[in-house]
């Protein structure tokens, strides 16, 4: 299957801080990427859907200003936590989607987990 | 909005034991359907997946799942657990339309004593 990468996979942060996630595919060209959050014990719930080239779609609930969401190029889009606070500590993780094909399979990365102190 | 609603929160078996879950969907349109598994501290693993075609879908490590339409159902079989197969399983839903987001339901944890 397709490799997705995802850096860093651990980050510790202090609150009011922001911190930048970044989503790779290694070996295929993603035209739309999916950045979801896992809550511990909890399921993956979707944040945003981005297009390359294009803005990104929030979810209801899910704001804009504070979860940037730049999808570079075909290869990379990355997530940006501003003036982070303890509330946002979670796991984040990305999923790409090749091609523009109903039929195609979600690729995810591994997931970055933030803890905002 | 479609949703996907898994019946058991935590699952515990016996090795050897026969494992169903549950999973439903809430959707009248075509659909793509995944079973995803989450082993601790590991990040998600695909399981099995149906796009169309035969109902009884065969994946990796024993699984297989069987897709109802007319019950929205998608539930996961393994006729006999390992202890290596404790993990979180998640059952996701997709519309097949070019870039869809999978749904997620809830999960289930699966505990398997050997």
């Known amino acids: 299957g397709a490799v997705v990468s995802q850096h860093p996979s651990r980050v510790i942060c202090k609150s009011g801080t922001s911190v930048k996630i970044e989503c790779r595919s290694l070996?295929?060209?993603?035209?739309?990427m999916f950045w979801y959050r896992q809550f511990p014990k909890q399921s993956l719930m979707l944040m945003a859907t981005s297009n390359e080239g294009s803005k990104a779609t929030y979810e209801q609930g899910v704001e804009k200003d504070k979860f940037l969401i730049n999808h570079a190029s075909l290869t990379l889009s990355t997530l940006t936590v501003t003036s982070a606070h303890p509330e946002d500590s979670s796991f984040y993780i990305c999923?790409?989607?090749?091609?523009?094909?109903?039929?195609?399979?979600?690729?995810f990365g591994p997931g970055t987990r933030l803890t905002v102190l | 909005a479609q949703s996907v609603s898994q019946h058991n929160h935590h699952v515990i078996l016996s090795e050897a034991a026969s494992l169903e879950l549950g999973c439903n969907y809430s959707?009248?349109?075509?659909?793509?359907l995944f079973w995803y598994v989450q082993y601790p501290g590991q990040h998600l693993q695909l399981l099995l997946k149906y796009f169309s075609g035969d109902p009884l879908v065969k994946g990796i490590k024993g699984f297989e799942a069987e897709f109802i339409k007319s019950k929205f159902s998608f539930n996961l079989r393994k006729p006999s657990v390992q202890w290596s197969d404790t993990a979180e399983y998640f059952c996701a839903v997709t519309l097949n339309q070019a870039g869809t987001a999978l749904i997620f339901g809830k999960g289930t944890t699966l505990s398997v004593s050997s």
């Open positions: 999923s790409l989607l090749p091609g523009t094909g109903a039929y195609n399979e979600q690729f």
């Open positions: 070996d295929f060209q993603a035209t739309t």
């Open positions: 959707y009248g349109g075509t659909v793509n």
